[in-house]
């Protein structure tokens, strides 16, 4: 039986809303613990790294520690609304801020550079791998691997073996935060390898991104009848019903998630516009 690392156990014990399930907080605590060592042996040889590293990692390990031992995990069951809110979160707050906490720079610059040196070629050394990640970063493979993922896993019939299969689950959880850190490795760019993506480039990617989230959303929204059949059937709290529950929940993917990916297209789009005026006055001749 898989281990049910991405969703937490009905009968632990719970402190402020988070719980004490060990597989979830492990995976939350032991990247937070290595990050925080990492830290602590960079600033003591005196190459501190600029303070938006750590408070966008540790910030996204908060947003996981949220989504997967709190009562966003807790109440998914009973309500869609909760897990639409875990997704979204894992796409869209997690897999960005743990990237802009640039963990592979702060790790490597934390060991002897003989070290990183050796891991770096160890990793790379074999051409398939540099091939593998190349495909999977590009921008094109990267934003389709993503929206795909969204699409099918909210057919019914995957969707409903993810509420009542916890291995199912998991694996839904796991290709959603994953594609989520393909999609979004372009446009960081977190090791650097300078092969960020324009900011124009970028724009275009959370674009079709937001499209697609928003016609799910809209067919959640506008549905006639309950999807899923686990949710109609649902002891729903909070005076929610299973149709109410369905439309709150597509509304925050529509309306919720694609308010956030326009905040994005925004400033991608400033982020561009000033490159590309910092180009043209440097070609001017003056």
Same mark, same amino acid.
């Given at each position: 039986?898989?281990?049910?690392?991405?969703?937490?156990?009905?009968?632990?014990?719970?402190?402020? &809303?988070?719980?004490?399930?060990?597989p #979830?907080?492990?995976?939350?605590?032991?990247?937070?613990?290595?990050?925080?060592?990492?830290?602590?042996?960079?600033?003591?040889?005196?190459?501190?790294?600029?303070?938006?590293?750590?408070?966008?990692?540790?910030? &996204?390990?908060?947003?996981?520690?949220?989504?997967?031992?709190?009562?966003?995990?807790?109440?998914?069951?009973?309500?869609?609304?909760?897990?639409?809110?875990?997704?979204?979160?894992?796409?869209?707050?997690?897999?960005?801020?743990?990237?802009?906490?640039?963990?592979?720079?702060?790790?490597?610059? *934390?060991?002897?550079?003989?070290? *990183?040196?050796?891991?770096?070629?160890?990793?790379?050394?074999?051409a398939?791998?540099?091939?593998?990640?190349?495909v999977?970063?590009?921008?094109?493979?990267?934003? *389709?691997?993503?929206?795909?993922?969204?699409?099918?896993?909210?057919?019914? #019939?995957? @969707?409903?073996?993810?509420?009542?299969?916890?291995?199912?689950?998991?694996?839904?959880?796991?290709?959603f935060? &994953?594609?989520?850190?393909?999609?979004?490795?372009?446009?960081?760019?977190?090791?650097p390898?300078h092969?960020r993506?324009?900011?124009?480039? #970028?724009?275009?990617?959370?674009?079709?991104?937001?499209?697609?989230?928003?016609?799910?959303?809209?067919?959640?929204?506008?549905?006639?009848?309950?999807?899923?059949?686990?949710?109609?059937? *649902?002891?729903?709290?909070? &005076?929610?019903?299973?149709?109410?529950?369905?439309?709150?929940?597509?509304?925050?993917?529509?309306?919720?998630?694609?308010?956030? @990916?326009?905040?994005?297209?925004?400033?991608l789009?400033?982020?561009?516009?000033?490159?590309?005026?910092?180009?043209?006055?440097?070609?001017?001749?003056?």
């Amino acid at each position: 039986m898989v281990l049910p690392v991405l969703h937490v156990c009905p009968s632990c014990p719970s402190v402020l &809303g988070i719980t004490l399930y060990p597989p #979830a907080l492990l995976l939350v605590l032991v990247p937070t613990i290595a990050y925080a060592i990492a830290l602590r042996r960079l600033r003591r040889s005196g190459r501190a790294v600029p303070p938006s590293w750590p408070a966008a990692f540790f910030a &996204g390990m908060v947003s996981a520690l949220v989504a997967l031992a709190g009562p966003l995990d807790t109440w998914n069951d009973e309500l869609l609304t909760m897990h639409m809110a875990q997704h979204l979160v894992l796409i869209q707050i997690t897999a960005p801020l743990l990237l802009l906490g640039r963990p592979v720079q702060v790790f490597l610059r *934390a060991l002897p550079p003989h070290r *990183a040196g050796a891991i770096v070629r160890f990793v790379l050394r074999p051409a398939w791998v540099r091939r593998l990640l190349r495909v999977l970063t590009a921008p094109l493979v990267a934003t *389709a691997l993503a929206n795909l993922a969204l699409v099918i896993w909210h057919f019914p #019939a995957l @969707y409903e073996r993810a509420v009542r299969e916890q291995w199912v689950h998991d694996l839904q959880h796991l290709s959603f935060f &994953g594609t989520a850190l393909l999609f979004w490795w372009p446009i960081i760019d977190p090791v650097p390898r300078h092969q960020r993506v324009s900011g124009l480039w #970028a724009s275009l990617m959370v674009f079709v991104t937001a499209v697609v989230s928003t016609i799910v959303g809209a067919i959640l929204t506008l549905a006639d009848d309950v999807l899923y059949a686990p949710y109609r059937y *649902a002891a729903m709290p909070w &005076g929610f019903t299973p149709q109410v529950d369905q439309q709150v929940a597509g509304l925050l993917m529509w309306i919720g998630g694609g308010t956030l @990916y326009v905040v994005v297209i925004l400033v991608l789009l400033a982020r561009w516009l000033l490159h590309e005026e910092g180009r043209r006055m440097v070609s001017e001749p003056v």
